[in-house]
């Protein structure tokens, strides 16, 4: 099957909405304790703004009749004026997410290295992004995708 991958647009917003409850039912699955399930964390008038906000990206893998079968949100980041921290420009990843029909089709790998083209040629630093312990497939992905941690973030359930 042929893919593409480009900037989202409005009209892409029903199938991100699915595929962010999607996500979200990965990591309820996972922690039902923090995550709430089925949910989205953006409704589709914030997702609109996200959209056309340019310091945040969303890239979508649509399919020939141009449905979204995986995407990318990013947030372009920079610290200034640290005392200890150097002022690199970061390309945060806050999510990749490719529908649950076509995983193994290479549509997470074609979405990572797209993203990945698009900071280097804006000059970015750096990739990051967090991921859940509980979603061992993602951490899996990631480092195939050759990512390595960065930081560790821990916690006391009391």
Known sequence: MEHTIRR????????????????????HNGRPDLFK???????EEELA???????????????????VVGHTFC???QILGD????????????DICVDEAA????????????????AKAEGFYNLTLNVWTCNPGAVKFYEAMGMKPQK???????
């Open 8 to 27: 989202a647009e409005k009209r892409d917003i029903p199938g991100i909405m699915k595929l962010l409850v999607q996500v979200d039912m990965v990591h």
């Open 37 to 43: 399930g089925p949910a989205t964390k953006y409704n």
């Open 49 to 67: 703004t996200i959209i056309a906000d340019d310091s945040h990206p969303i890239f979508v893998c649509v399919s020939e009749n141009e449905t």
């Open 75 to 77: 947030a372009k980041k």
């Open 83 to 94: 005392a200890v921290l150097t002022e690199i420009r970061t390309l945060y990843i806050d």
């Open 103 to 118: 995983r193994g089709q290479g549509v997470g790998r074609a979405l990572y290295e797209y993203v990945k083209d698009f």
């Open 152 to 158: 560790i973030g821990m916690e006391t359930i009391l």
